[in-house]
């Protein structure tokens, strides 16, 4: 994705595993620390992937569900920050005034300009797999584009109350199934139906603020640097749980996953899911011992993104939750999903 100048908005340390936001409204940082929150990097949310060795039906009813609100599907965690901050009055509207309409333009023009606009007409099956994965999660498809690059990729942006598109890189869609590329977009849409990019703006805002209070204000800014990281690891287990409701197969999910930690086209279908949670429980078992737990924590604490096994372990589990359950049993059947 090409780099929006200085209208960057908001960041955090990014790798190939994971999307990143970044908040700027200059060439130089907001503050420099090594969470690396406002360097000037570039504007997306986004997720890598590899093709998946997981199995599935030909065809698969697409459920949709009646009255599906956000908090339905939030990790508790991510519900917790959201509703704090949900009671901080005109919190919300600052957040969204704060991504704004230059930076909105930006972006626009480089996607029409660099990129293919999928529609009815143009890319046809793209644009079924958006609209289906959108009225399963009640949300409005957002537009979205394919862009040439060597580098499996997919990000979403939603910028001043506008409509948000997604992008996604053509190896990616050469690297994934019909299904498995279902989920990606799912997770994607995931970050829109949340509001995530507006909620952790205002975090990252609230953050920068506390920099500014006289003596205790770099401890105060530290404890919610650490809280932000916590809060973006379970938003992805949040919009890793929107592609499960969307593709209702966690081996689907959870083998996106495992290409993300080490996977290859060539070495597809020797891939195994079950091996995959068998080493998550492993990680478990293997930073359980007091030494263990201080190595997992430095390892973990200023990611984005949780470890791809531990995201696996983590939607394996909400699979077979009261919770998960309870949703399926609001949902209705739409269309048959094709796989290709």
């Not at 800014?221 to 592609?243: S, Y």
């Not at 263990?292 to 995201?311: C, D, E, F, K, M």
């Amino acid at each position: 994705m090409a780099v929006v100048g200085s209208f960057n908005l908001l960041t955090v340390k990014s790798s190939p595993l994971c999307f990143g936001y970044h908040i700027s409204s200059c060439n130089k940082p907001l503050f420099t620390t090594s969470t690396k929150f406002g360097s000037f990097k570039k504007n997306r949310i986004q997720i890598s992937v590899c093709k998946s060795s997981a199995t599935s039906s030909t065809s698969a009813s697409l459920l949709s569900f009646r009255d599906l609100d956000a908090d339905d599907f939030r990790h508790p965690l991510d519900k917790q920050n959201t509703l704090l901050l949900r009671a901080i009055p005109g919190l919300n509207e600052i957040g969204k005034a704060l991504l704004g309409s230059i930076a909105e333009q930006v972006m626009v023009l480089e996607n029409i300009g660099t990129s293919v606009l999928v529609s009815e007409n143009q890319l046809s099956e793209l644009h079924q797999l958006m609209v289906q994965s959108a009225e399963a999660l009640k949300i409005e498809a957002p537009d979205l584009y394919v862009r040439q690059s060597p580098v499996p990729n997919a990000y979403t942006l939603a910028i001043n109350g506008k409509k948000p598109f997604v992008v996604v890189h053509t190896s990616l869609i050469e690297l994934l199934t019909r299904k498995e590329l279902q989920a990606v977009l799912a997770h994607e849409l995931g970050h829109l139906k949340c509001d995530h990019g507006v909620w952790l703006t205002v975090a990252n805002i609230l953050t920068v603020g506390a920099y500014t209070i006289p003596g205790i204000g770099g401890m105060i800014a530290q404890n919610l640097e650490e809280q932000l990281f916590r809060w973006l690891q379970a938003a992805e287990l949040t919009c890793d749980r929107a592609a499960l409701l969307v593709v209702q197969d966690p081996k689907v999910v959870i083998s996106v996953l495992m290409k993300l930690a080490g996977g290859s086209p060539s070495l597809a279908n020797q891939l195994n899911v079950d091996a995959f949670l068998e080493q998550a429980r492993s990680y478990d078992r293997a930073s359980a011992s007091p030494v263990g737990w201080y190595i997992r924590n430095a390892q973990t604490r200023q990611l984005s993104h949780p470890l791809p096994v531990l995201r696996a372990r983590e939607i394996d589990e909400w699979s077979r939750s009261p919770d998960y359950k309870s949703l399926m049993k609001r949902a209705v059947s739409t269309s048959p999903l094709q796989e290709v």
